[in-house]
């Protein structure tokens, strides 16, 4: 199957996802027949791909803590892909009796490991088959950064944003030095900078 004739690609406009299942794709030993979980699944990236992938003979089910999110992959699947199932489960107590699957995958996934990433991972290998791969993506410091900053200029042309009252700002001091000066708002003019797994701003 060739990249034109994929119904399911990954879409171009999504520049949170997209970049990272991409790579994860490269690392990802993929073929027709294999059944696979995808974790922390959210609306279905790369899960649509990955069904389309193994063809009528594979299975992929994908799992995500949000009821939200799978509700929302599933009306976007409809009667589609019926190889391809979305469930709500956490990744960190899966069912013992869920079936060994022949590649794991989970896209941004490992942020939502805590508390503890080993013990979710060693969850995990309890479910890959023999001669199975697990591939994992996550973001490292720094990775959205020019993502941000295209947010925030955008909205700084669009006068969607107001400098802050930096008097306002009683903790502003006690921000940690690798959350001071990020590229994307250098002089904290316009965002406050936090960090939850990766490095986000709120305005």
Known sequence: ???????????????WSTPFAESLLQHLDLRSGLRILDIASGHGIPAFY???QVSSTGEVLAIDLSAGQVARA???QGAQLPRLRFECMDMRSLPPDLPLF?????????MFFRPDRFQAVQGLV??????????????????????WQRVDTAMIQQGLLSELDQAEL?????????LQNLP??????YSVPY?????GIGY
């Open 102 to 110: 022949d590649r794991i995958t989970g896209n941004l996934s490992v």
């Open 74 to 76: 599933k009306a976007i």
């Open 195 to 199: 960090l939850w797994g990766t490095v």
């Open 126 to 147: 309890t479910h890959l088959a023999p001669g199975g791969q697990i591939v994992l993506t996550f973001p490292s410091y720094g990775t959205f950064d020019s993502l």
């Open 50 to 52: 990955l069904a389309e």
């Open 184 to 189: 994307f708002d250098p002089e904290r003019r």
């Open 1 to 15: 199957m060739t990249a034109k004739s994929l119904h399911w690609s990954l879409p171009r406009h999504d520049y």
């Open 170 to 178: 009683s903790n502003a001091s006690q921000l940690e030095p690798h």
